[in-house]
């Protein structure tokens, strides 16, 4: 919908999919080009992530937004892991990471627990790390001991990143707070340029738009990104991060001159390069810190 004139909204698209039974919520990716949204499929109280269930029911789809203002359907997305047959499982509540240049999203999954999403190939959905507590232990009919035979409702109701920490509220065994760490999927620099982001309040359902100061951590997070996805000559992007070290040692004036000639540097290498956009959102990047005084 368009709201720019509030006493007259104009709904822009529409889209609708039998397979999904609750377009519960949605998060967008920070430039608003896509949106996930969720199926709560069956309200969040059936086990609806075992083996047998549909990949299209119960999860994620992913929907480009078009520069005419419309919607374009891609891929669904579930967790990868089946969960039991007492464990009430369906996708619900979450938020972006803000982690430059990528899409990636922390949601919750009842007592399929808490999965972090990348989304920035539309067709192609991942995960790339994961927080299970397991099943919650039902209280047996005469209560003095735990069935493993009939389920209880809990897991996390919503998993929302906030200034560097994700938070899950865990509907029967309290609060969960955790940290990201590095992996294969996801590197040091990347939730370090994450953790700059910083608000002194968070409202998921409002989703501010996510700026970056100018810091290295957030230029590194574009060339770890780059040396993953091979979206830059090996020997150019070893030489970039030498003279990125070489540039952070020093200070002042030599500094600033050093950055501002690799920004000019990376810039040329986009033309010739797999991945031209990320290569000059990283040359972008560059020049920001070397303006920093």
Request: aromatic content about 8%; overall charge negative.
């Amino acid at each position: 919908m368009d709201i720019a004139n509030p006493e007259q909204p104009v709904r822009l698209d529409a889209v609708a999919d039998t397979n999904f039974s609750l377009w519960h919520t949605a998060v967008f990716s920070n430039d608003g080009s896509k949106v996930v949204f969720t199926d709560e499929w069956g309200g969040g109280t059936s086990p609806n992530c075992q083996s047998m269930h549909p990949l299209e029911m119960g999860g994620n789809t992913t929907l480009v937004i078009g520069r005419d203002r419309k919607f374009t359907q891609h891929a669904y997305f579930k967790i990868p892991t089946a969960q039991g047959a007492q464990e009430n499982c369906v996708s619900h509540n979450g938020s972006l990471i803000p982690v430059p240049g990528r899409d990636i999203m922390v949601q919750g999954w009842y007592q399929g627990g808490v999965d972090l999403i990348d989304f920035t190939d539309a067709d192609k959905p991942v995960e790339i790390g994961y927080f299970d507590r397991g099943p919650v232990d039902a209280p047996a009919a005469d209560g003095a001991a735990v069935s493993r035979t009939r389920g209880t409702i809990g897991g996390s109701w919503g998993a929302y990143w906030y200034n560097g920490r994700i938070y899950s509220s865990e509907m029967a065994r309290g609060l969960d707070i955790l940290e990201l760490v590095p992996g294969p999927m996801l590197s040091a620099n990347e939730i370090a340029a994450a953790k700059l982001v910083r608000w002194s309040e968070f409202n998921p359902q409002s989703q501010p738009k996510v700026t970056w100061p100018a810091a290295f951590p957030v230029v590194r997070s574009y060339l770890d990104q780059l040396v993953r996805n091979e979206g830059l000559a090996p020997a150019r992007t070893t030489a970039i991060g030498r003279a990125l070290d070489a540039a952070e040692g020093q200070r002042g004036g030599a500094r600033r001159a050093a950055l501002t000639t690799l920004a000019a540097a990376v810039s040329q290498d986009a033309a010739g390069a797999k991945d031209g956009e990320k290569v000059r959102a990283m040359a972008t990047a560059i020049r920001e810190l070397g303006a920093v005084r």
